[in-house]
């Protein structure tokens, strides 16, 4: 039986274009994309659905990067997730791929953003997600949906040329919800998970290092001031992103979730101010603390976009929660006027 997937693509090394097509061609021809005959009988064609192509700036890593040309594409398929991985891995390896830097230049990067309603780690054994394999319940199990694409601005935009109406199985949003709440704010996050020492940590630095300002979310919620609920005696910048060490209650009780998520910040009462645009799921990675079920990385009941995040490395976690801010409101502009560019 087939089910739908999304796939997405980025490049800044070499000649982009051409890359980013020849990427596409392969995973048309892989055999993994469902095909549908014409209803005359003539031969069957391509249900490859590919976005436009977006210029997006490079995020995080070393500096000096080019921009990245960034699309999505979406396809009816009857292969498994790790399946369709080994497609994607095999076509970076035919197009010249190195795994160096988090966040560094690449000549192609593809990902298995979402697969039908597959939550948690994928059921086919060892495949891994980014810079190789490894068995579930490790940091390089492949785990769909994507764990760290709602955050992602050029994945989610360009989704919605062609996959706007798809759901992401964990907290019943639209990708064209989900885009339109990423812009209805500055880029802001409320972190779960961990001990509060942790999450203590990860906000001091990421104000000491970033300038990401602290918002206590749940005071807010409660009624106090976002000024008095500020970590800092500046004033409140509402351009600026923050980040809390805790989530608002009415996210965990999924409480006026549906009125609050499309609010821009101009429209929300003072109390709602401090709903982040993402939950932030947190966790130190030992063998005891590595995510054993998908119930734990993803909890069904909650109805609030949600960004996971293993704890491997502290320097690295807080980095990479400063590049998911920049990427949560990068510039990204259109360079094609449709997906006809493979």
């Known amino acids: 039986m087939s089910t739908h997937c999304l796939i997405s693509f980025g490049s800044n090394l070499g000649d982009r274009d051409t890359v980013v097509a020849k990427a596409a061609r392969l995973v048309d021809r892989s055999g993994v994309v469902a095909r549908s005959a014409d209803p005359d009988g003539s031969p069957s064609i391509t249900g490859l659905r590919t976005s436009r192509l977006y210029e997006t700036p490079p995020i995080g890593g070393p500096g000096g990067q080019s921009p990245f040309l960034n699309a999505v594409a979406a396809f009816a398929t009857e292969a498994s997730a790790a399946e369709i991985l080994d497609v994607l891995q095999h076509a970076e390896q035919q197009l010249g791929r190195e795994r160096k830097d988090r966040w560094g230049a690449r000549s192609i990067d593809l990902d298995v953003v979402l697969h039908g309603q597959l939550r948690g780690e994928a059921s086919a054994g060892r495949r891994g997600l980014i810079g190789g394999r490894g068995p579930v319940g490790t940091a390089g199990a492949l785990v769909v ?90 004033p409140f ?12 209650r009415s996210l965990r009780e999924n409480v006026n979730v549906e009125k609050s998520r499309s609010e821009s910040a101009a429209e929300m009462p003072c109390r709602q101010l401090g709903l982040p645009r993402l939950i932030a799921r947190i966790e130190r990675t030992t063998l005891a603390t590595r995510w054993p079920a998908p119930h ?27 590049s998911a801010m920049d990427s949560m409101c990068c510039d990204i502009c259109p360079v094609t006027n449709d997906g006809d560019w493979w």
């Not at 709602?150 to 706007?164: E, G, I, L, Q």
């Not at 910048?237 to 608002?248: C, I, M, N, R, T």
């Open 296 to 322: 734990q990385m993803w909890p069904v009941s909650w109805r609030w976009p949600e960004y996971r995040l293993e704890v491997d490395d502290l320097d690295w976690a807080v980095g990479e929660i400063a």
């Open 237 to 248: 910048d509402h351009a600026k992103p923050w980040v809390s060490p805790s989530v608002p």
């Open 145 to 234: 949906p994507h764990p760290r694409y709602t955050a992602r601005k050029f994945v989610v935009v360009p989704a919605c040329d062609v996959a706007a109406d798809f759901f992401d199985p964990r907290f019943g949003w639209t990708l064209a919800d989900l885009a339109e709440h990423l812009g209805a704010a500055t880029p802001s996050m409320a972190l779960l998970g961990g001990d509060e020492n942790l999450r203590r940590t990860i906000c001091e630095r990421l104000a000491a290092e970033h300038q990401i300002q602290i918002v206590d979310a749940e005071a807010v919620e409660r009624g106090v001031s976002i000024q008095d609920a500020l970590w800092s005696s500046l």
